[in-house]
């Protein structure tokens, strides 16, 4: 190992009572995407009590900071994203939230005070300190993704970042454990809206009109067929219709109907081709019944696919670590999306999730759910794998 297990873990049990609290702070005063105002203070009180220098406004409420080490030349990056979700909480717990309607439900106040623990210990051992960290705190993960804006304005330079990790909770995985996915661990995705239009008129005479109900409908079944019958079964795909909203009145023949719905996938060439089979099975069926069809696109998030060097890196250091039987690989990637997809795009990033569910509960809270709970004993898993995960990186050539 490039560093000393028994002091980090001295180190992180020291800090964890502060960063406990930050956390039910936050988690008290939860913030939506591009909103993040009292958490970015927060954040920037933290580091301006450890004199960490940063940057703020950033993407919004986004923050930069950076602890710099003996070299410059040799760095590693950490992300944490800040945002809640429109989700009234229903935890029970004394430290629930207190902004109605809005709740941390996917554990960004685990992943922010948890990259704020590891900050004061960095700090703390900033002399010894082999290279250069820069720490994100990204905003908006929830809805226009933070990550893209981040990196366009420049958080990966100056000095410039080549590899960068970051965790995100799991209450499916038991608190103590951590989980790798090799290769791709979340899918690019792709929404669209489709707009089925033909001629309204009185539901007594319905061949004075064009009923979209029909087209609109087959359009629903035949959608699933470009999965079913186009892509092979070995490959994942997903096409999924969200909503389905037509008519007025009972007695009114419809005249337009819109769908929604999201396409999800790793490769992003098949994402472009499906594209087009969307459009040409919508704009066809719904001609066929004499009817039209409006397609529009808008491509979300793209893959997010880890980087084998760190994964071989990184991994068995933490092993060594947590131990072989609290580590757990993923035989599957989720179709799930998350905007860190954008710092694997051109740097070697490594995501990683981190277990939050009480061992001895038979049942778990899913992510985005009013009753999510994660155990607080995760955030000292969560410090103790980001701080490895670094000082490996920072002493490696990769």
Not at 11 to 30: G, K, L, S
Not at 215 to 233: E, F, K, M, Y
Not at 287 to 301: K, L
Request: proline letters at 5%; one cysteine or more; hydrophobic letters at 40%.
């Amino acid at each position: 190992m490039y560093f000393d297990l028994e002091r980090l873990h001295k180190q992180v049990a020291d800090v964890f009572d502060e960063v406990a609290a930050f956390r039910r702070d936050i988690h008290m005063h939860p913030e939506l995407s591009e909103h993040e105002a009292r958490t970015e203070t927060k954040i920037c009180d933290w580091l301006n009590a450890l004199d960490i220098p940063y940057e703020k406004g950033i993407a919004g409420h986004g923050i930069c900071a950076t602890i710099y080490g003996q070299r410059t030349d040799k760095t590693a990056a950490i992300r944490a994203d800040i945002d809640a979700l429109p989700v009234t909480e229903q935890t029970g717990l004394p430290y629930a939230s207190q902004n109605e309607g809005v709740m941390h439900a996917c554990g960004h106040d685990m992943h922010t005070s948890i990259l704020l623990g590891v900050a004061k210990i960095l700090k703390a051992n900033q002399a010894s300190l082999p290279g250069t960290v820069r720490l994100l705190f990204q905003p908006s993960e929830e809805t226009i993704g933070g990550a893209r804006q981040m990196i366009e304005v420049g958080c990966l330079q100056d000095p410039d970042i080549k590899n960068i990790i970051a965790l995100h909770v799991a209450p499916n995985i038991d608190c103590g454990k951590l989980e790798f996915v090799k290769g791709y661990m979340n899918a690019a995705t792709c929404e669209f809206r489709l707009t089925v239009k033909g001629r309204s008129c009185h539901g007594a005479h319905p061949d004075g009109g064009i009923d979209v109900l029909p087209p609109a409908c087959a359009i629903v079944s035949g959608l699933q067929t470009i999965v079913t019958r186009n892509i092979p079964p070995t490959t994942p795909v997903i096409i999924s219709i969200g909503t389905f909203h037509s008519g007025t009145a009972s007695n009114i023949i419809s005249g337009e109907a819109t769908l929604e719905g999201t396409l999800r996938t790793f490769d992003l060439d098949l994402r472009d081709s499906i594209k087009e089979r969307i459009r040409k099975m919508a704009e066809d069926t719904a001609s066929s019944y004499g009817a039209s069809c409006d397609v529009a696109f808008e491509d979300g998030y793209p893959s997010l696919k880890n980087s084998d060097v760190l994964f071989d890196l990184l991994t068995p250091i933490m092993e060594d670590v947590f131990g072989k039987d609290n580590i757990v690989y993923a035989d599957v990637p989720s179709l799930g999306a998350d905007d860190f997809a954008y710092f694997t795009q051109g740097y070697q990033g490594l995501y990683f999730n981190l277990g939050t569910h009480d061992p001895q509960s038979a049942t778990y809270d899913s992510l985005h759910n009013e009753h999510f709970a994660p155990q607080e004993d995760a955030l000292r898993i969560g410090m103790l794998a980001e701080l490895a995960a670094v000082y490996t990186i920072l002493n490696s050539d990769v």
